[in-house]
């Protein structure tokens, strides 16, 4: 097989905080190939961001420490790369875009010189060429009125066009990787809507890869390939889109699937899942879900870390399929998954 | 932009009046009777009382006050019951002197400051940052009077290196700077240990800027994000506090002036306040005034060059 475009290998990141370090990743694998939308799903506090900060480097550091693992690009280790070095690859071969666009974009700065920026920095043009580039890629991203916005600041534009410059900054260089953190989850629904379109469109229309960050499931559901479901700084389960709603492993990933609401049915109040999600730490013992798991199989959940790895035979799922989850390993070989009595309403799946 | 302006200018009136009917009152309230003053302890009541006339002192003060403000609003601000020199003239002798003074101890708190307050907040918690605070709280905790008074006794009077007071009549020559230097540092140092703390601190609170991470995001090199992206933003509270300042740096001046003998309007302020002069400390007050609101309109103006939310209309 042909090295993924990206590679997140092991990948282990603490925070230094007064009192007591905080584990935030604790072994983080996930590939993204080229052309591929690569959904991140998680609630929030899931290391979601931490992940996506780590390839760039651009976690503040203190506190963050990334203390194990590889980021491979292309087969290159980045984190072995200096900062400055780093900023060959920033906004050139990989470009992020960011959950709140309202806070994103400097204020100070119109929208011309921000977007291209990066232009300027990796590419060998002039300013009034970049400047023309800069207002094609923002019509690109569906902002008609680009000529006049260059010179605007962002305080006049309304977050939905706040976000669609920030992509625009990000592909002005034909990235190879777009790395989007929330990119919808601070607007309203019906610009949500637009800008997943927008992104739908564009990793159509661009060679590139694209790792979509999100905690809603049904927006991720949109224009991902494969997804990498997160809990707790870990990847829980790893698989197609389409196999994630046909036959999702884990109990967390279910539970996820269980809390989207459904059009068709009247909630009292919308489904969550209980408890929250714990931070460590130091590093964890056990199944970092145990806690909050509706099928806790004993003390395998508490004491083993499960790895990921695939369902085994019984499951009739695709071959890159895995999960993380005892449920699947040796250590609940006496208690086969899904056939306890108290269990059976939760294996409607 | 142009209406605001003509707006400012406008309510400039009032304050100036407010401001000459304070200095009016207080100079009218303190003890002393230049009369006196002018012709000595020794001179017979007789005498006293003619000059009283002839510079009109035995008229009610709300009369003297309504004559002034007259002549000022025709340019004169009358003459000096001392020299009998036209206060205009006395004013426009010394006014140069007062700015050149201000101006590069205001440039002298820009050098300083604004390379330490960035520095120290780039290289936080470095021996870098430590040395620049140790800087700023020990220019900070010195009275610039006292910090003028060691300046002259270290250089002029111990090392010979710059001349005790006075001012050159020249303008960028070493000799002007030799003259010019320690009484703009003493006013200049204060300011610059305040701009410092000010700088490190909203450079610190910007550089956590979600939009700062962005710029990093881009690979345009740690010099950019700096320079053009977060020192933009730090100039705002920066030009605010300069604002603020001003007035502190002309009284300031005032006391430097006379620790120097700088020939300026503070140290003539001085002179005439205890000579009882009133015509000439109402001038010199109310020319104060008007630097200080013309300053900061500036300020205001030079604001929305920072601040692209800031609009004026
Ligand atoms: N600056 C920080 N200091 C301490 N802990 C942090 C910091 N940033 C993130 N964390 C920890 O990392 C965890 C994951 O955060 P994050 O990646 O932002 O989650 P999300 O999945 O919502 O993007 C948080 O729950 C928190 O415990
Ligand atoms: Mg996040």
Redesign the pocket.
């Known amino acids: 097989m042909t090295e993924p475009l990206l590679a997140i290998d092991d990948l282990n ?1 603490r ?3 007064e009192d007591e370090p ?1 584990y ?2 604790n072994g983080v694998d996930i590939t993204i190939e080229h052309n591929e939308v690569m959904g ?1 799903i ?12 780590s390839v760039l480097q651009l ?2 550091s203190p ?2 420490e990334i203390i194990g693992g590889e980021i491979r690009y292309k087969g290159e280790n980045l984190l072995e790369r200096s900062d400055s070095e780093m900023d060959e690859i920033r906004g050139n071969e990989i470009s992020m875009i960011y ?1 709140d666009p309202m806070k994103a974009l400097n204020p100070v700065l119109t929208i011309g010189q921000q977007v291209t920026e990066p232009l300027l920095a990796h590419r060998d043009v002039t300013k009034d060429e970049a400047i023309d580039e800069a207002i094609e890629m923002l019509r690109a991203c569906g902002l008609a009125d680009a000529e006049r916005l260059v010179d605007e600041y962002p305080h006049s534009l309304s977050g939905g066009m706040r976000q669609r410059v920030m992509i625009a900054m990000g592909l002005i260089t034909k990235p190879d990787l777009l790395i989007a ?2 990119p919808t989850t601070a607007l309203d629904v019906t610009t949500q809507a637009k800008i997943l379109d927008l992104l739908e469109d564009i990793s159509d229309e661009f060679d590139m890869s694209i790792m979509y ?1 999100s ?1 809603n499931l049904a927006t991720v559901s949109e224009v991902a390939d494969r997804i990498t479901v ?1 809990y ?2 870990t990847v829980a389960e790893r698989c197609t889109m389409n196999e994630l709603f046909e036959l999702p492993l884990h109990p967390y990933t279910r539970k996820l699937i269980e809390s989207i609401p459904k059009l068709d049915t009247v909630h009292e109040r919308l489904p969550a899942i209980e408890g929250s ?1 714990p ?2 730490n130091e590093p964890p013992s056990g199944c970092p879900f145990a806690s909050r798991c509706p099928q806790y199989i004993g003390s395998a959940c508490d004491e083993v870390v499960p790895q990921a790895q695939p369902p085994g035979e019984a499951y009739d799922v695709e071959a890159e399929h895995t999960v993380a989850c005892h449920l699947y390993t040796d250590a609940s070989s006496e208690k086969p998954p899904w056939t306890t009595e108290e269990q059976t309403h939760d294996s409607a799946y | 932009m142009l209406k605001y302006v003509i707006r400012r200018l406008l309510v400039m009136i009032p304050v100036l009046l407010g401001v000459t009917v304070l200095i009016t009152l207080l100079i009218n309230l303190s003890p002393g009777d230049p009369a006196r003053a002018a012709l000595g302890a020794q001179a017979d009541a007789q005498a006293v009382a003619n000059l009283r006339q002839e510079i009109g002192l035995d008229q009610p003060v709300y009369i003297r006050y309504i004559e002034w403000v007259a002549g000022v609003l025709q340019g004169d601000l009358g003459t000096s019951i001392v020299t009998g020199e036209p206060v205009n003239q006395m004013i426009m002798e010394r006014l140069p002197a007062t700015l050149e003074l201000s101006i590069v101890a205001i440039a002298i708190t820009f050098v300083i400051a604004l390379p330490l307050g960035v520095i120290s907040a780039v290289r936080q918690y470095t021996w870098m940052d430590t040395g620049s605070m140790v800087f700023a709280i020990f220019w900070l905790s010195m009275p610039s009077f006292w910090l003028g008074l060691i300046l002259i006794l270290l250089f002029s009077v111990e090392l010979g290196i710059t001349p005790i007071s006075g001012r050159s009549g020249t303008i960028f020559t070493v000799e002007w700077l030799s003259y010019l230097a320690l009484p703009a540092f003493a006013i200049g140092a204060r300011r610059a240990g305040l701009l410092t703390r000010l700088t490190r601190s909203s450079m610190l609170e910007i550089i956590n800027e979600e939009y700062i991470r962005t710029a990093k995001g881009k690979g345009i090199g740690g010099r950019a994000v700096i320079y053009t992206h977060a020192m933009k933003n730090a100039m705002i509270p920066i030009a605010t506090l300069v604002g603020l300042q001003i007035p502190m740096v002309l009284s300031g001046s005032v006391i430097i002036e006379y620790v120097f003998s700088w020939p300026g309007i503070g140290r003539l302020l001085v002179d005439s306040v205890s000579r009882r002069d009133y015509p000439v400390v109402q001038g010199i007050v109310l020319v104060y005034a008007v630097i200080v609101l013309f300053a900061n309109l500036i300020v205001d103006i030079a604001y929305t060059q920072f601040d692209p939310r800031v609009t004026y209309d």
Do not use: N
């Open positions: 990141v925070f230094r905080t905080v935030a990743l991140i998680g609630e929030s506090g899931c290391g979601k961001s931490v992940t996506a900060l976690l503040q506190p963050a959950q953190d929330e960050i905690h997160m707790a700084g999600v931070t460590f």
